[in-house]
């Protein structure tokens, strides 16, 4: 047979066997029907949110846009982090509610696979973070939500935080000792009494602590040291300066970064801006009856066309044997 009459054969089967195709599929269908009413109604709440571009209040309030991708990527991973997950397990008592033996040595598994599959977290192409909870009880679906929204700030400010306390701590025993430089090279510049005529390389610091001294950005020293080039220059002072000025920046920087991260820690943590927080809705999402039904159909539609094909070239075989 070419492939003309296997076609023209097929349709004939299954106009010939219409009825019993169809009967099949209703079959499926009213099964489709049972299965699904016997399937726990899921029903779904999610929230929206947008990131800031800074965990600083005051950039925050300079610029109060929302963040870009990169912002939206670390805070879904905040949203997936470990952290996030083990608060709402004991916060909503999940290992109970997915019925779980915590006695059984894959429970965790099987508690992190349920929870990944119930609660997921989607950035949009708006660069916002939607937050979404598909559980058998609504109430606690939004509840979820919710309360992923609101810990996720608590989350970054004690990241934030800790890394700040860790920068802080690490700068206060540097500026002690720094300082100690500083104030013992200033002393021996001090120090400095061999007389000597002023040359070029003197007369251009000079001029550059002048013009410091009018721009009010004057640093600390620069009178002794003016003095000091002006009456008592040699090439040891100039080395001793060229050092003063070295250790003096290093000791500014240790200064303006403490000053910096105490600000930090002592200004509010920015919160991120909720566009929409999730509200329980007693609408099941899952499972669908209509696709369920939809589905059922055409799989019993397929099948039905399967079995009375296999049954009809099965009866050609048999009336050819017979023969």
Not at 283 to 312: C, E, H, R, W, Y
């Amino acid at each position: 047979m070419n492939e003309t009459e296997v076609n023209i054969h097929l349709l004939k089967v299954i106009f010939k066997n219409k009825k019993g195709i169809f009967i099949i599929a209703f079959v499926f269908l009213l099964i489709s029907i049972g299965l699904t009413s016997l399937m726990d109604k899921k029903y779904t709440a999610s929230g929206i949110v947008f990131p800031t571009k800074s965990n600083l209040m005051k950039n925050v309030v300079q610029d109060p846009g929302f963040g870009f991708q990169i912002h939206t990527d670390r805070l879904t991973q905040i949203f997936e982090s470990q952290t996030m997950r083990r608060e709402m397990v004991n916060r909503f008592n999940l290992i109970e509610y997915y019925e779980l033996d915590t006695l059984k040595p894959n429970w965790l598994h099987h508690l992190k696979k349920k929870y990944d599959k119930d609660i997921s977290i989607n950035r949009t192409k708006y660069l916002s973070i939607e937050i979404q909870a598909e559980l058998k009880d609504p109430v606690l679906a939004a509840n979820i939500v919710n309360n992923m929204i609101s810990y996720v700030d608590t989350i970054r400010r004690e990241i934030f935080l800790e890394n700040t306390q860790i920068w802080v701590r690490d700068l206060k025993p540097k500026i002690a000792p720094q300082k100690r430089i500083v104030d013992s090279l200033l002393h021996a510049i001090q120090s400095c009494t061999k007389q000597q005529e002023v040359p070029s390389l003197a007369k251009n610091s000079i001029t550059l602590i002048n013009a410091r001294r009018e721009n009010g950005s004057n640093l600390k020293g620069d009178e002794l040291i003016q003095n000091a080039l002006e009456h008592h220059y040699s090439i040891q002072l100039e080395t001793l300066i060229s050092e003063y000025y070295l250790h003096l920046g290093i000791l500014n920087r240790f200064q303006t970064d403490l000053i910096n991260g105490e600000e930090k820690l002592s200004l509010p943590f920015p919160k991120i801006f909720t566009v929409m927080n999730a509200e329980a809705d007693h609408q099941k999402t899952s499972p669908s009856q209509s696709i369920n039904g939809l589905v059922a159909i055409l799989v019993g539609l397929v099948f039905g066309v399967t079995f009375f094909v296999i049954k009809d070239n099965y009866s050609q075989l048999k009336e050819r044997l017979e023969v």
